[in-house]
């Protein structure tokens, strides 16, 4: 419980940290794009805003103009009642519908640019909704992760976005293009990231209790780096050495129920959680609510709902000798 306060306390200091200046640097923002899509839609926010603000300045001055210039000056005095001005009825008519449509032609511009076809060199990424958390997998590269979606910067990439249970959307902010994940349906986002990065990204539709804790690491790499990133995630998961601590984390992982729910190659097949291949090599865990540090690892293995409420992953009550045997396991599985 400490612990939960402790780790809590501290996202909150990152967050505010990295709050700093608000609106442009906070981790969610929209204000700074880093993809294709993502200024596309930066821009006609930019332009609609531009707007807004000439309207507003309109609409302020008359507001004033009419407030001062028929002010009551001498409450004994009616003033002049007045009705109807097909002038004034046609004008503030026919302007909403100016304004509309000069709106309308860039956002629906947008929507059909943003919507295109998938190029022929994007990659191809199937991103899947779980209470709670992110599966994405690569068929054309035999790669499977959860939580930390690594891309390539300058390639299109295509998300294939769907949900094995309830709707959740996918979306990080930076690189533009929120899509709902829908059971039974596959959803599609075409973008190219531009900036080599680490962007974070949320589940933006309320799913359940952990709803807030779905979180998405969206890391953007220089295609060298992304490519070595690849022959990592297909190389095979690491074997540990007989009579070290992961040797025996590897025994426990076996005897437990993890293997029913979790996917290491060669070692077991579930698919009801993440694929732990090579889990020692991502950023975070527990769905992104955990930095991936041995501390916390046990913290999350020591009573998964504790830390993320309503986790399928159950309190196993394991023994602090095994919780610290797994966390050496995981931790080799770079
Ligand atoms: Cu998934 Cu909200």
Not at 197 to 225: K, L, T, Y
Request: hydrophobic content about 50%.
């Amino acid at each position: 419980m400490l612990a939960g306060l402790r780790t809590r306390a501290r996202l909150v200091v990152v967050a505010l940290g990295l709050g700093g200046c608000g609106l442009y640097s906070s981790p969610a923002t929209t204000l700074v794009p880093h993809s294709d899509f993502g200024n596309v839609s930066h821009r006609i926010f930019l332009q609609i805003l531009w707007w807004d603000v000439g309207i507003f300045v309109v609409v302020a001055a008359v507001l004033l103009w009419v407030v001062f210039r028929f002010r009551e000056r001498d409450s004994q005095v009616v003033p002049a009642q007045i009705r109807g001005n097909a002038k004034l009825e046609l004008a503030w008519t026919l302007a909403p519908v100016v304004i509309l449509a000069v709106i309308a032609f860039p956002t629906v511009a947008a929507v059909f640019r943003t919507q295109a076809g998938v190029p022929a060199n994007a990659l191809r990424v199937r991103v899947t909704g779980h209470q709670w958390w992110w599966q994405f997998e690569y068929p054309e590269l035999g790669v499977a992760t959860g939580t930390e979606l690594h891309l390539p910067a300058g390639r299109p990439v295509a998300l294939d976005v769907s949900s094995v249970d309830v709707i959740h959307s996918f979306w990080i902010p930076q690189l533009g293009g929120k899509r709902d994940t829908i059971p039974g349906q596959i959803n599609h986002i075409v973008l190219t990231p531009t900036t080599v990065g680490v962007f974070h990204g949320q589940c933006a539709e309320f799913c359940g209790a952990s709803h807030a804790n779905m979180r998405i690491v969206g890391v953007v790499q220089s295609p060298a780096d992304f490519d070595a990133w690849v022959a990592r995630q297909k190389a095979p998961p690491a074997v540990p050495a007989d009579g070290t601590p992961a040797a025996t984390g590897l025994k426990v992982f076996q005897s437990q129920a993890c293997v029913g729910c979790h996917t290491i190659q060669g070692v077991s097949g579930g698919i009801v959680g993440p694929d732990l291949t090579h889990v020692g090599s991502r950023l975070t865990i527990a769905g992104g609510m955990l930095a991936n540090t041995p501390a916390d690892l046990a913290q999350w293995l020591g009573n998964p709902p504790a830390v993320k409420p309503g986790s399928i992953m159950p309190n196993l009550h394991l023994s602090e000798a095994d919780v610290q045997a797994l966390v050496a396991y995981l931790g080799s599985l770079k």
